[in-house]
């Protein structure tokens, strides 16, 4: 049985097999859940998780860029049933009608771009390696730190999960992984699906030279993880558990 953040309670089971609809993963329990992407809205500031929960965020090109290309390699039949408009600009009047009428829309230059990364990453031996005999997009809820988590692994094989990347910079990637803390969805991911730091994988493209790198998640990487999401469940627990003043939260620092 697991309980949600509003007191709800669930068979795993029955969450499980609701979480294959996009509409229930990403809207009811986007708030009655925690995630890895939750719990970096918590490090940025509650107010910022209290903000984008209540109000959702603009999606950006980057965040287009990538569903994009998950869905060309991992779900090539969702990939195929988007709507691309033959468009230069989305300020175009043509592709707001679209947007209007079919609500999610994509530019035909978007497609290319993910058909582009795609077709690289699906010629490099070393990655089809990786997702072979595997499973894809298969969902996960726990508890975790006393907390309910969701999740979606990407590629899960035999005790080993890989998460897909595209990245501006290839070799920037050690740095953006912590910037961005995908050690924190390292940990998480650990937890939710049992298996150990040195069993998860980033697959990473580069987005101009189609370059593919393969990073393997240390020890300490993943305790980063770790002390990043008992940081991220404190502040949850202040700011939503115990309702502190969220106008009172403020940051200080000596420079």
Same mark, same amino acid.
């Given at each position: 049985?697991?309980?949600?953040?509003?007191?709800?309670?669930?068979?795993?089971?029955?969450?499980?097999?609701?979480?294959?609809?996009?509409?229930?993963?990403?809207?009811?329990?986007?708030?009655?859940?925690?995630?890895?992407?939750?719990?970096?809205?918590?490090?940025?500031?509650? &107010?910022?998780?209290?903000?984008?929960? !209540?109000?959702? *965020?603009?999606?950006? $090109?980057?965040?287009?860029?990538?569903? =994009? #290309?998950?869905?060309?390699?991992?779900?090539?039949?969702?990939?195929?049933?988007?709507?691309?408009?033959?468009?230069?600009?989305?300020?175009?009047?043509?592709?707001?009608?679209?947007?209007?009428?079919?609500?999610?829309?994509?530019?035909?230059?978007?497609?290319?771009?993910?058909?582009?990364?795609?077709?690289?990453?699906?010629?490099?031996?070393?990655?089809?390696?990786?997702?072979?005999?595997?499973?894809?997009?298969?969902?996960?809820?726990?508890?975790?730190?006393?907390?309910?988590?969701?999740?979606?692994?990407?590629?899960?094989?035999?005790?080993?999960?890989?998460?897909?990347?595209?990245?501006?910079?290839? &070799?920037?990637?050690?740095?953006?992984? !912590?910037?961005? *803390?995908?050690?924190? $969805?390292?940990?998480?991911?650990?937890? =939710? #699906?049992?298996?150990?730091?040195?069993?998860?994988?980033?697959?990473?493209?580069?987005?101009?030279?189609?370059?593919?790198?393969?990073?393997?998640?240390?020890?300490?990487?993943?305790?980063?993880?770790?002390?990043?999401?008992?940081?991220?469940?404190?502040?949850?627990?202040?700011?939503?558990?115990?309702?502190?003043?969220?106008?009172?939260?403020?940051?200080?620092?000596?420079?």
């Amino acid at each position: 049985m697991i309980t949600l953040l509003d007191g709800s309670e669930h068979e795993e089971k029955d969450i499980l097999y609701k979480m294959q609809q996009d509409n229930y993963y990403y809207g009811y329990l986007s708030k009655a859940a925690l995630s890895s992407s939750s719990l970096k809205l918590l490090l940025a500031s509650p &107010k910022t998780y209290y903000n984008v929960t !209540k109000y959702g *965020s603009p999606e950006s $090109q980057p965040l287009r860029d990538g569903w =994009l #290309f998950h869905a060309a390699i991992l779900e090539p039949d969702v990939f195929n049933a988007q709507i691309f408009v033959d468009v230069e600009s989305k300020n175009s009047k043509a592709y707001k009608l679209a947007k209007e009428e079919h609500g999610k829309v994509f530019t035909k230059k978007e497609k290319r771009n993910a058909e582009r990364m795609a077709d690289a990453f699906l010629r490099n031996e070393k990655a089809l390696q990786y997702i072979q005999n595997s499973e894809f997009e298969v969902p996960a809820i726990g508890d975790v730190m006393g907390m309910p988590f969701r999740g979606k692994a990407d590629v899960l094989g035999k005790n080993r999960i890989c998460d897909l990347k595209s990245s501006s910079d290839l &070799k920037a990637f050690p740095y953006s992984a !912590k910037k961005y *803390s995908y050690d924190v $969805q390292c940990y998480l991911y650990c937890q =939710l #699906f049992n298996v150990s730091y040195d069993a998860f994988t980033f697959l990473v493209i580069d987005k101009g030279s189609l370059d593919i790198g393969v990073f393997h998640c240390s020890e300490d990487f993943y305790l980063s993880g770790k002390q990043k999401t008992e940081k991220a469940v404190e502040i949850y627990n202040t700011y939503f558990l115990q309702a502190a003043d969220l106008d009172q939260y403020y940051i200080e620092q000596t420079l």
